[in-house]
């Protein structure tokens, strides 16, 4: 079976390949338009969550915060807000059984923590490690301040594209599993099926690729069945106050701030097409910046 977006009753019935049926052309697609999308309140999702948040402050020295989320959002269809509006993406398959579509949201995250904190260094004039030195000396090692924010969050879900129209053919289905699928797993440098290796979401494309084949007309195949790469990142900053010399009430600092401090490298959108078997869960960009640094200066009065 040889997969092509124009197999089924679409070249008979337009094009009479290789026969037409006996009420001639265009009885099953009209002349004008093959398919018609519409809105309809037929969709319904649900969403559980916990959510836990701890604030701390310790005096006037220091403050965190610490978030975290465990949830899960059901769904027909979705669209993340970060994705534009495109048609079909969010289309029913089968009008009949909607149902079929019924997963995981496609911005579902499972876990979610961030966390932020500002801590001042006790170290200069009027602190408790070198509270008595001059004013010289306290230009030097007073007024120093560490920040951070940090970010992690699970993989959101993927499907695997079946590449052609069994069902719909304004909408192409999703593949369906038909073996055990390997779990995901990020791997920098995985051997393709065909073509240079790279950054993968599979240890072992190739058989990843075998646990899937087309679905059948009538049916949706699996929606959101895997998991892509988690996302994290760490930002730091190191600023620096000295107050100055004529009013100590106006002073000015100077910030270094970095953004990803680990240089970390996560991955999003993989090839997961059945027309596309050689690129198989290929990663094709990445989700995270380069480390990034850079310098404020800022004066308070």
Not at 38 to 50: I, Q
Request: hydrophobic residues 35%; positive net charge.
């Amino acid at each position: 079976r040889a997969p092509a977006r124009w197999m089924g009753i679409f070249p008979l019935d337009v094009f009479c390949s290789p026969v037409c049926s006996k009420y001639g052309r265009y009885t099953f697609f009209h002349p004008q338009y093959y398919a018609l999308g519409m809105w309809e309140n037929v969709g319904n999702g649900n969403y559980h969550g916990m959510q836990w948040t701890l604030r701390k402050r310790m005096g006037a020295r220091a403050t965190a915060d610490f978030n975290y989320t465990w949830s899960k959002s059901i769904d027909l269809t979705s669209r993340p807000e970060r994705a534009d509006l495109v048609y079909g993406a969010t289309l029913v398959i089968n009008s009949w059984e909607p149902r079929q579509m019924r997963a995981v949201s496609n911005y579902d995250a499972r876990h979610m923590i961030n966390a932020n904190w500002v801590y001042v260094l006790p170290f200069g004039r009027g602190e408790r490690i070198l509270g008595n030195v001059n004013r010289l000396v306290d230009a030097f090692v007073g007024g120093w301040q560490v920040a951070g924010i940090y970010f992690f969050s699970t993989g959101l879900p993927y499907t695997v594209n079946n590449g052609f129209y069994p069902t719909n053919y304004n909408v192409p289905t999703y593949a369906t599993p038909v073996g055990v699928v390997p779990p995901t797993q990020t791997t920098r440098n995985a051997p393709a099926i065909s073509g240079p290796s790279g950054p993968n979401m599979f240890p072992d494309p190739a058989a990843a690729r075998a646990a899937y084949d087309y679905t059948i007309p009538g049916q949706t195949g699996q929606r959101n069945g895997l998991r892509g790469d988690k996302y994290m990142n760490t930002d730091f900053s190191l600023a620096k106050r000295f107050i100055m010399p004529f009013n100590e009430s106006h002073s000015v600092q100077f910030r270094t701030e970095v953004l990803n401090l680990t240089n970390s490298v996560y991955f999003g959108a993989p090839s997961l097409s059945l027309d596309s078997p050689g690129s198989f869960g290929r990663f094709s960009y990445a989700r995270s910046t380069p480390r990034q640094i850079q310098f404020g200066l800022r004066y308070e009065f």
